[in-house]
């Protein structure tokens, strides 16, 4: 079946330090992968997208994704947090299959000021 | 960028009664609109996938005469709890797929927290 795992369900940080956020998928076919980010009290926003070309994806707010396709693996990174990135995470997938994204559990991270 | 926009932001109703949430894609054009629900804590859920002009296609589970979806044009899509209960009560989230791009991405709205007595 169709999944998404996020391995990590929460996490706690310090301000400066990086971050690397687990996600591996069970899809077949051509998958188009994502990062949503949900801040407290706000909606799903789209941090970044990888449909094709360059494995390695940057969005916004200095946060990259490494899509590396033997490992079925799209994890997050960020090489210093900020107390502002305190939030969930989901990572997300889409297929050439059918119109549906599969959403992982989410992490949700905590930064400490 | 792509903006999905969700009204009402919140909803209380009385047991028995119908309520109405709109789902509008401001600067692009959705044949795609898909519902969510968001329990506390938890994911998404999938409810139906909504495509413009033709029936929407229900997840399992979901009762589709409980849940109606109208998605009338390019833009909008509609959501109405029927009779709604206590336990309809729930954070629903519409998203829209802009397929412009070439990517396919979906784009959320708000979302609309509904609570009924």
């Known amino acids: 079946a169709q999944s998404v795992s996020q391995h990590n369900h929460h996490v706690i940080l310090s301000e400066a330090a990086s971050l690397e956020l687990g996600c591996n998928y069970s899809?077949?076919?051509?998958?188009?992968l994502f990062w949503y980010v949900q801040y407290p009290g706000q909606h799903l926003q789209l941090l970044l997208k990888?449909?094709?070309?360059?494995?390695l994806v940057k969005g916004i707010k200095g946060f990259e994704a490494e899509f590396i396709k033997s490992k079925f693996s799209f994890n997050l990174r960020k090489p210093s947090v900020q107390w502002s990135d305190t939030a969930e995470y989901f990572c997300?997938?889409?297929?050439?299959?059918?119109?549906?994204?599969?959403f992982g559990k989410g992490t949700r991270l905590h930064i400490l000021p | 960028g792509a903006v999905v926009s969700q009204h009402p932001s919140w909803v209380i109703c009385k047991s028995g009664t119908s309520v109405k949430i709109e789902c509008r894609s401001l600067?692009?054009?959705?044949?795609?609109m898909f519902w969510y629900r968001q329990f506390p804590k938890q994911s998404l859920m999938l409810m139906a996938t909504?495509?413009?002009?033709?029936?929407?296609?229900?997840e399992q589970g979901v009762e589709k005469d409980k849940f109606l979806i109208n998605h009338a044009s390019l833009t909008l899509s509609t959501l109405t709890v029927t009779s709604a209960h206590p336990e309809d009560s729930s954070f629903y989230i519409c998203?829209?797929?802009?397929?412009?791009?070439?990517?396919?991405?979906?784009?959320f709205g708000p979302g609309t927290r509904l609570t009924v007595l």
């Open positions: 909504s495509n413009e002009g033709s029936k929407a296609t229900y």
């Open positions: 998203s829209a797929r802009d397929g412009g791009d070439g990517t396919d991405t979906q784009y």
């Open positions: 899809y077949g076919g051509t998958v188009n």
């Open positions: 600067d692009f054009q959705a044949t795609t």
């Open positions: 997300a997938v889409t297929s050439n299959r059918d119109d549906k994204i599969i």
């Open positions: 990888y449909f094709s070309g360059d494995p």
